[in-house]
């Protein structure tokens, strides 16, 4: 695949995108002058003002409140007359929140039934029936009295020659597990990390506390520990403060890093593949690009067998109607629409709307409010039937696609999907993400040429190469598939070789 490609020269019929028959605007593929000749459809419309790349053109003559349609869907309404050419973005389109007449399917519909034949990748065979797709001793803090304890445990291997088989020696600090409320907000801390103590690709673990936080390290040892995993606990406050504690750990770790070096990848099929799907820094170009893209792959991998995981509630609504009638069965569906509902009380009591997520960068790069960023955000799920849905960090079971309750914000949304089993991350990025994650390879892909080039440290792949008219999307959807497999089996990402580890848990209630 060349991912050098050289962007073509715009001319009338390729300089802006109509992404349906029904759309009155198109989508600028290049930046637009005033006088400008465009032709996405039929008829040529002469620009009016100047049009950033990603942002919407006019078609046609909209009028003050009637719908301004992008994907074929209605995405807002003209604030005030808008003419053909003009520049359709914050300024003149009205957010509203839509009603929809929901579609549920009438009976359960069935799940994927994985060919006998299948692509192989080489990882490493859990004794819980999960498939590691790398080999790490984790070190999670209980809460941020130990975060950073934890790190001077992970820093002490720096430049230390480790086994073969052993990916590393890696740290979770992070800011909660103390002054919670006790109740949902605390369990779902310790959901999402016991999640990652005993992750499939996780060969052990230590999770070490200060002592006294409302988090105790109890809780993910003895009989509640989960059976498969293999996880130690040590406290400051028993084993004499942060030095002692950093030894301890070495002599617990040693033990690890000489079971770790001797467990090896093996053959096993694509179906144990668990890929997250998110997206960050998404722009105009998200939904038509890299998407759509990641959508194809998806529906491969559900094919196979294998789970696909769509998360970011705030990234669906405005396009869950497009879910529901995906949905494997009425009840999945209406899970789907209780997770939005719960998410919606959320942010009522804060004083917040779901059209507070767009960014800033998402508004420069031509998405205008939630329902345009959604309808181009569940792209990322392909066309498969939705069946399972999850709550933040609860275990995925699969197969196919499945959604999770995550906040669209990037660190937290990938925890959660980390925690849920989730052994790949794949993420499109129009603005330039440079995000990680500690334990789990996150694949990159950038929506345009421009920021693949820009960011190219941190960029996997080029999904810029579609609207440039190189690729098509489910050919880069092919390549997407084929570089998971290739990761899987160890080869490292952007994100893996610039050393990214973020890892942000979610916190929903009060801080004591």
């Known amino acids: 695949m060349d991912l050098i490609a050289v962007l073509p020269s715009p001319t009338a019929e390729n300089a802006a995108l109509r992404l349906h028959a029904s759309d009155n605007v198109a989508i600028a593929r290049v930046g637009l002058a005033p006088g400008q000749i465009i032709r996405p459809g039929r008829d040529a419309v002469t620009v009016?003002?100047?049009?950033?790349?990603?942002?919407?053109?006019?078609?046609?003559?909209?009028?003050?409140?009637?719908?301004?349609?992008?994907?074929?869907?209605?995405?807002?309404?003209?604030?005030?007359?808008?003419?053909?050419?003009?520049?359709?973005?914050?300024?003149?389109?009205?957010?509203?929140?839509?009603?929809?007449?929901?579609?549920?399917?009438?009976?359960?519909?069935?799940?994927?039934?994985?060919?006998?034949?299948?692509?192989?990748?080489?990882?490493?065979?859990?004794?819980?029936?999960?498939?590691?797709?790398?080999?790490?001793?984790?070190?999670?803090s209980a809460s941020n009295c130990a975060a950073h304890t934890v790190s001077a445990i992970a820093a002490s291997y720096a430049g230390t020659a480790l086994p073969p088989n052993v990916d590393g020696v890696v740290a979770f600090p992070h800011g909660e597990g103390c002054a919670h409320s006790i109740g949902p907000d605390t369990q779902q801390?310790?959901?999402?990390?016991?999640?990652?103590?005993?992750?499939?690709?996780?060969?052990?673990?230590?999770?070490?506390?200060?002592?006294?936080?409302?988090?105790?390290?109890?809780?993910?040892?003895?009989?509640?520990?989960?059976?498969?995993?293999?996880?130690?606990?040590?406290?400051?406050?028993?084993?004499?403060?942060?030095?002692?504690?950093?030894?301890?750990?070495r002599r617990?770790?040693?033990?690890?890093?000489?079971?770790?070096?001797?467990e090896t990848r093996v053959e096993l099929p694509v179906s144990k593949l668990m890929v997250g799907l998110n997206c960050g820094g998404s722009d105009s170009f998200s939904g038509i690009t890299a998407n759509p893209a990641l959508g194809h792959c998806s529906d491969l991998l559900a094919a196979l067998g294998?789970?696909?995981?769509?998360?970011?509630?705030?990234?669906?609504?405005?396009?869950?109607?497009?879910?529901?009638?995906?949905?494997?069965?009425?009840?999945?569906?209406?899970?789907?629409?209780?997770?939005?509902?719960?998410?919606?009380?959320?942010?009522?009591?804060?004083?917040?709307?779901?059209?507070?997520?767009?960014?800033?960068?998402?508004?420069?790069?031509?998405?205008?409010?939630?329902?345009?960023?959604?309808?181009?955000?569940?792209?990322?799920?392909?066309?498969?039937?939705?069946?399972?849905?999850?709550?933040?960090?609860?275990?995925?079971?699969?197969?196919?696609?499945?959604?999770?309750?995550?906040?669209?914000?990037?660190?937290?949304?990938?925890?959660?999907?980390?925690?849920?089993?989730?052994?790949?991350?794949?993420?499109?990025t129009g603005r330039g993400s440079a995000i990680g994650f500690p334990t789990v390879p996150v694949l990159k892909i950038a929506t345009n040429s421009s920021t693949f080039h820009r960011v190219r440290d941190n960029m996997d792949l080029n999904a810029g190469l579609i609207a440039d008219g190189a690729m098509t999307v489910e050919q880069l959807g092919q390549v997407i598939f084929d570089e998971l497999v290739r990761i899987a089996t160890g080869k490292p990402t952007a994100s893996e070789r610039m050393g990214h580890q973020e890892f942000v848990p979610w916190r929903i209630g009060p801080v004591l």
Request: glycine share 10%.
């Open 48 to 140: 009016r003002e100047p049009i950033p790349a990603g942002h919407k053109v006019a078609l046609s003559a909209i009028a003050a409140g009637e719908p301004v349609r992008r994907y074929g869907e209605v995405i807002g309404r003209a604030r005030f007359p808008i003419e053909p050419g003009a520049h359709v973005h914050t300024h003149n389109l009205a957010f509203e929140e839509i009603a929809f007449e929901y579609e549920f399917p009438s009976g359960v519909r069935p799940l994927p039934v994985p060919p006998r034949e299948m692509p192989i990748f080489l990882g490493y065979p859990r004794e819980d029936g999960r498939a590691g797709t790398r080999n790490y001793i984790a070190v999670v």
């Open 189 to 249: 801390l310790q959901r999402t990390l016991a999640g990652v103590l005993a992750h499939p690709n996780v060969s052990a673990a230590l999770i070490v506390g200060l002592g006294c936080e409302t988090n105790q390290i109890s809780h993910y040892l003895g009989a509640q520990a989960p059976a498969h995993a293999r996880i130690a606990g040590l406290t400051l406050q028993e084993s004499g403060g942060t030095r002692a504690t950093v030894e301890a750990a």
């Open 252 to 262: 617990q770790i040693a033990l690890y890093l000489e079971r770790a070096a001797a």
């Open 306 to 428: 294998a789970t696909t995981v769509l998360a970011e509630t705030p990234e669906i609504v405005g396009a869950e109607h497009l879910l529901v009638r995906r949905a494997r069965s009425r009840a999945v569906a209406e899970r789907l629409l209780a997770m939005i509902a719960k998410y919606k009380t959320y942010l009522n009591r804060f004083g917040g709307s779901f059209d507070d997520n767009p960014s800033p960068g998402n508004k420069d790069g031509g998405l205008t409010n939630i329902v345009e960023k959604s309808l181009g955000a569940v792209t990322k799920g392909g066309t498969s039937f939705v069946n399972e849905v999850v709550d933040y960090a609860q275990p995925v079971h699969g197969p196919g696609l499945v959604f999770m309750n995550t906040p669209g914000y990037d660190p937290a949304s990938l925890a959660g999907l980390a925690a849920g089993g989730a052994n790949l991350i794949a993420f499109t």
